[in-house]
């Protein structure tokens, strides 16, 4: 498996060699064609002032090709400009070597007559290669003509310089810019080294707090210096946040399975212990009844929190109310006869009841079934908690787009610390569970996900002894 290093190195590095190797071949075509051209022009200078010369000394000499100052001059020139020049006279026959102007080895011999001919047609012959019979080297040769007094072409002149002082100054060219590109290709390789290992950091500490949260560290977390990019602080953000949820889920995970193993237990233990007092004869014969009425009623709140478990479920695994669900009910008759249902537990506290709802009726859109049961368990909430001779309260309330349902009771104020906790399932205000036996501590939150799940808001407040749940739906009057 490729680490992020090498991923983020080799192909920085082929792009990086590929344009060294690219701008050095480019330098490269560069610089010899300019020393090409440099020297060819170099050379035509030089064979334009010697056959300019060779002309001035003809005005005064029949035969400057044997005069003694022209030939100084000629070695002079060639000394001074580095080449190596030839004078041949009009038939192609060579006469003068500036190497050896009084007399040398090659004296005599005939330029090739169709390279002659070339020089005189043309005026000017540039070529690069070897000179038959006079250099075995490679050369720039430049050749021109002699212009003679009656117009016709004296001689010619050749100047020639080796390309190899050419290659050679090319060859130091090529070694520094080679030697330079090592350089840049170490210090980039340095830099790219150290980038990368920056870079691949953060997500090696996010691998390990990925991997310490695997094997059950739920406190692992990336730390955040913002000395990294952007992306991998988001991406380290981003992580941070779900491992916080999914350390949120594993703590309500294990808090749901501790409150329910502890609240079927007691029921659990309840009726096994009566069944088992009545098969061993614990329970006489004529106690039965009633201890069968106590199991029959365990058993029912045991169903009663199945039915609720599974409905929360199934509100949860919905993600919402279809809108094929919905239908449009008037509400304060809804809250009419859920009041009804609550007749005789009202009668039996001697509540005294407060009603405030509008004379018309108030129209809207929900699951009728999923409000009915929301008000129900809101009302059988107050009632119980509301104290001997207390105030139960039901409001609704229009608003320009909203209905407001409140459901309010007397009682104990609960704590300020409390009032986030009073929707959290199986939660209750007596830690100890003694009170409230007939509750679970799931019934806010049942009110709480079926009124989230058609999109809208439930608040409780409670100051002054009087505790208000209060939740909105669309009005559609």
Request: proline share 4%; net charge negative.
């Amino acid at each position: 498996m490729r680490s992020t290093f090498s991923r983020m190195f080799f192909p920085a590095a082929i792009v990086l060699l590929a344009a060294l190797l690219l701008v050095g071949t480019s330098f490269r075509a560069l610089t010899a064609n300019y020393l090409e051209k440099d020297a060819m022009n170099r050379l035509k200078t030089n064979a334009t002032a010697i056959a300019e010369l060779a002309r001035v000394y003809e005005n005064y000499d029949s035969d400057p090709l044997n005069n003694t100052e022209f030939l100084v001059n000629l070695t002079v020139s060639a000394q001074v400009s580095g080449a190596d020049v030839v004078i041949c006279d009009a038939a192609g026959k060579l006469r003068i070597c500036s190497d050896a102007p009084f007399g040398c080895t090659h004296q005599g011999q005939m330029l090739d007559s169709s390279y002659l001919s070339r020089v005189l047609t043309d005026g000017i012959a540039e070529d690069t290669g070897t000179v038959t019979n006079l250099y075995d080297d490679a050369r720039y040769v430049v050749s021109m003509p002699i212009p003679g007094t009656d117009g016709t072409p004296a001689g010619v002149v050749m100047v020639s310089s080796p390309t190899a002082d050419t290659m050679e100054m090319l060859k130091k060219v090529t070694d520094i810019y080679l030697f330079v590109s090592i350089l840049v290709v170490l210090f980039a390789v340095m830099i790219m080294s150290i980038f990368a290992r920056q870079q691949a950091k953060p997500l090696q500490e996010m691998a390990k707090a990925a991997n310490a949260f695997g094997h059950g560290d739920l406190k692992a977390r990336v730390q955040l210096d913002g000395a990294h990019t952007e992306e991998v602080d988001e991406l380290a953000l981003a992580f941070n946040n779900m491992a916080s949820s999914l350390e949120k889920s594993e703590y309500q995970r294990q808090e749901f399975v501790a409150n329910v193993s502890h609240e079927l237990k007691t029921p659990m233990t309840t009726i096994g212990g009566y069944i088992d007092g009545m098969l061993d004869g614990t329970i006489p014969p004529e106690k039965q009844r009633h201890y069968m009425l106590l199991v029959s009623q365990e058993t029912k709140r045991l169903s009663r929190l199945v039915r609720s478990m599974l409905d929360i479920s199934r509100l949860q695994d919905q993600g919402g109310i279809p809108e094929e669900q919905k239908v449009r009910f008037e509400l304060t008759e809804c809250v009419g006869q859920v009041l009804i249902t609550f007749e005789q537990k009202i009668n039996a506290k001697s509540l005294d009841v407060s009603v405030d709802m509008p004379e018309h009726p108030v129209y809207t859109r929900a699951n009728e079934d999923y409000i009915t049961q929301v008000i129900y368990n809101l009302v059988d909430n107050a009632v119980k908690f509301c104290p001997e001779k207390g105030t139960l309260g039901l409001k609704v309330r229009e608003g320009s787009t909203k209905v407001y349902v409140s459901v309010s009771n007397d009682g104990d104020t609960i704590p300020p610390e409390e009032l986030p906790l009073v929707f959290d399932r199986f939660h209750k205000l007596d830690k100890s569970r003694s009170q409230n036996r007939d509750g679970w501590g799931l019934g806010l939150y049942i009110v709480k996900t079926i009124v989230c799940s058609h999109g809208e808001d439930i608040s409780v407040t409670s100051r002054d002894g009087k505790t208000e749940f209060t939740f909105t739906l669309p009005l559609v009057n």
